[in-house]
């Protein structure tokens, strides 16, 4: 990478976010996750990034569904080794938290809705994708904040907390330091948003060339909420 | 999911492909593999599919960059658990070949090329992504096919075997069972080809739509191979 050009951010390094983290629990979806990490897994080759992938405990956490929403016949998952537990987790500027089946069983989220509430005020930036709304929604820190979330899940996600001025129509919404993106792969689209408010559309392009990625710059943009008669 | 309709395939179940496999390296590119794979986990929603998660060893795989490739102030990585080794791995209908940094180092492939180039006879389709075709590139199965790889890496990946008929303009191609894709997020939209090829049309609608991703349709789009000068 070293022999390539790439642009400046636009503040200086100091101002820049640096400690990234990433909530994982069971039956996560995996392209939320990795949508926005690939991307700025490449903006760490260009800037000092640090990364913490959080969970309950240490121990690997799979993509698995939970027992009552999968595929009995299917043995289909990929398992995370997160690097620190809610408990351990360093203080981190920007934190990422994704949606994915597993959320609907409550046990599975808990810990993680209450380290949303804990650490949210100690955050420069709070980033969702599609069901992990609800989440944040959950740890109250999205009450009468414009919000959106995944589209084929709407009903069930918005009911969660009714003190959220959810938005329909949206790739995503920025409310303060709270971007919220709709499902799964909106996180690609967030992510590149918000780093070309943070660090520069000039560097957001160059990632998103880099990834071969064709990004959606409108964040109105959304023909699933039509899909799914929102 | 079990409440939502969910299109039929175009083929009998006992014709469809079940085992799908997805080698992993030492700094593999994350999205290579998990855009293809959050789609067909979402596929094993509604079809029994099996996944085998292969790598040299059963210890975690990061995507850490080579040392000489990476940003000595970043610590930025995931790490994923093989299923299997490549002695131990189940005889695979569909294998996934990622490309990423880590393939520039020989010392991290040499196993999976050679995995590759064994059981290349045995598969019903081969699909790579991004510089992942290098790999099936070198272990010779490419020879005489045309094929694709990441637009960026161009150069350096083509010249690894020059008996491949490499083609610069394309988000995918096809060649017999071989479906090679461009860079990173070219993976999304050739797994979707494919799901629609095999599947069906309906029912890689139906994928796409539940992960709110607007797929090219068009495997000539490409506008990275005119960015890139190619």
Request: glycine share 8%; with cysteine.
């Amino acid at each position: 990478m070293s022999t390539v050009e790439f642009p400046p951010p636009i503040r200086p390094l100091g101002e820049l976010p640096t400690i990234y983290g990433v909530i994982i629990y069971p039956g996560f979806q995996s392209l939320d996750v990795f949508g926005p990490l690939d991307a700025l897994n490449s903006l760490s080759l260009h800037y000092p990034l640090q990364l913490a992938v959080i969970a309950e405990t240490l121990d690997p956490v799979s993509t698995k569904p939970p027992a009552h929403l999968e595929n009995p016949s299917s043995n289909f998952s990929q398992s995370i080794v997160p690097t620190h537990t809610f408990d351990t987790a360093p203080a981190v500027d920007v934190l990422v938290v994704p949606g994915g089946l597993g959320n609907r069983d409550p046990m599975n989220v808990g810990a993680a809705i209450a380290y949303i509430e804990k650490i949210y005020p100690t955050l420069q930036y709070l980033i969702t994708v599609c069901t992990g709304s609800g989440l944040a929604a959950q740890a109250g820190v999205l009450d009468g904040r414009r919000a959106t979330t995944n589209k084929r899940a709407w009903a069930r996600t918005t009911q969660l907390r009714p003190q959220v001025r959810w938005v329909a129509h949206a790739r995503w919404v920025i409310d303060g330091n709270i971007w919220t993106s709709s499902g799964v792969s909106a996180g690609i689209d967030v992510i590149f948003a918000f780093m070309g408010e943070v660090y520069g559309e000039e560097v957001a392009t160059s990632i998103s060339n880099f990834l071969e990625y064709e990004r959606h710059m409108d964040s109105a943009w959304d023909p699933f909420s039509d899909l799914y008669n929102l």
